[in-house]
């Protein structure tokens, strides 16, 4: 049986991930909180950009599927990626 997605975050907390913007923005940093509408805190954050040097970005919070973004959350040392769309 599959993991929810919320039940994958609790899992990944502390452990560095991706995370993919719809439009293509990746931001790579470690999980520190996740709220129920995918609202995500990465901690040690910076943007990935392809072709150049990533910009260190620091404490940021990702919005979720409320704030009108698709998003994709790679864990790093785990084989899962999750979707929420809004």
Do not use: W
């Amino acid at each position: 049986m599959s993991q929810r997605p919320l039940d994958v975050l609790n899992e990944a907390l502390n452990s560095p991930v991706i995370v993919r913007l719809k439009g293509g923005r990746e931001f790579r940093g470690e999980l520190q909180g996740y709220d129920m509408h995918m609202n995500l805190v990465l901690d040690n954050a910076e943007e990935l950009k392809e072709n150049e040097q990533s910009k260190k970005l620091g404490t940021i919070i990702v919005r979720g599927r409320h704030g009108g973004l698709r998003l994709t959350v790679i864990l790093i040392n785990k084989t899962c990626t999750i979707n929420a769309e809004r």
